[in-house]
Nanobody, 115 residues
Framework: QVQLVESGGGLVQAGGSLRLTCDAK????????MGWYRQTPGKPPELVIV???????TYGDAVKGRVAISEDPAKGVQYLQITDLKPENTGVYYC?????????WGQGAQVTVSS
C-alpha cells in the first residue's frame, strides 16, 4: 500500500515557478511509473508529466518545455517543478504512482496562478 501526500501549492503569479512535493508513505522504489496530473472543476484529470521506471517521460501539452519531475528514492519523495507559470496552469495537482498494477493518488494540492 502506498499513501501519497502533496505539499507546496498555493497562489503564484504568472511567470513565476512552483515546486510541489509528493511524500510517499510506503515504498515506491519498485513503482512502474510516477507523475503528476492536474484537474479543474468539471473536467477529468489532465496529464502534467509521467515518468516510467525505464526512464521514459511523457509531458502534458500545457506545460511541455516548462516542467520537470525528479525524485529522492531514499526519502520516498518526488518533486514537480513548473516554470513560467500561466493562469491556465491553475488547478488541483495530484501526485500519482503506479505499482504492481495498482494506481495510487494523493489528495491534491491547489495551485492558483494569478495574471
Amino acid at each position: 500500500q502506498v499513501q501519497l501526500v502533496e505539499s507546496g501549492g498555493g497562489l503564484v503569479q504568472a511567470g513565476g515557478s512552483l515546486r510541489l512535493t509528493c511524500d510517499a508513505k510506503g515504498s515506491i522504489s519498485l513503482a512502474n511509473a510516477m507523475g503528476w496530473y492536474r484537474q479543474t472543476p468539471g473536467k477529468p484529470p489532465e496529464l502534467v508529466i509521467v515518468m516510467t521506471k525505464d526512464g521514459r517521460t511523457t509531458y502534458g501539452d500545457a506545460v511541455k518545455g516548462r516542467v520537470a519531475i525528479s525524485e529522492d528514492p531514499a526519502k520516498g519523495v518526488q518533486y514537480l517543478q513548473i516554470t513560467d507559470l500561466k493562469p491556465e496552469n491553475t488547478g488541483v495537482y495530484y501526485c500519482y504512482v503506479e505499482k504492481d498494477g495498482n494506481e495510487f493518488w494523493g489528495q491534491g494540492a491547489q495551485v492558483t496562478v494569478s495574471s
